[in-house]
């Protein structure tokens, strides 16, 4: 049973059809240098925060440390997002959403709901996103992440 799932992805990966979705390679096996992921990665980086918000985001991780731009920005960018050929931005950061919420990551969240905004999702979607969660983690941490999506949806209404 997996073995023709594995068979099916891997062909879709390589270019042929899968429900009208043409891939190039597979992440497993795109030959794309170090500076290629980095530049890539950046580039989607800017497309979901926006310029002004991404080099906040840069700068603070590289004060942090200079590898947190590598670990935090190059790598989730550069090899996953960057590749949206199976996902795009919109289901990514609807996902990204998701474990943010599980983790009760709320200042990451928030970054992450402005960014879903930003590439497309609708507050509708969002909100059933987390709200869908409370089965699985509890009121505790929806309600929490609901507050956070409100200071969001406050806070852009306000920039309006």
């Not at 049973?1 to 992440?27: C, Q, S, T, V, Y």
């Not at 890539?40 to 840069?58: N, P």
Request: hydrophobic share 40%.
């Amino acid at each position: 049973m997996h073995g023709d799932f594995i068979a099916a992805r891997d062909e879709a990966a390589r270019g042929r059809a899968f429900d009208n979705i043409f891939i190039e390679k597979p992440l497993w096996e795109t030959n794309m240098t170090d500076k290629h992921k980095r530049k890539s990665g950046k580039d989607v980086f800017k497309t979901i925060f926006g310029d002004k918000k991404s080099q906040e985001i840069e700068t603070l991780l590289h004060n942090l440390s200079p590898d947190l731009v590598r670990i935090g920005i190059d790598f989730p960018f550069g090899e996953f997002y960057a590749k949206d050929d199976l996902l795009d931005l919109k289901t990514r950061e609807l996902v990204t959403i998701s474990s943010l919420v599980t983790q009760a990551t709320l200042p990451q969240l928030k970054l992450h709901i402005e960014a879903a905004l930003n590439v497309g999702c609708t507050p509708v979607e969002i909100e059933q996103a987390i709200i869908q969660l409370v089965a699985y983690i509890g009121m505790p941490k929806v309600i929490n992440a609901m507050k956070v999506f409100r200071e969001v949806l406050d806070a852009s209404e306000n920039k309006a």
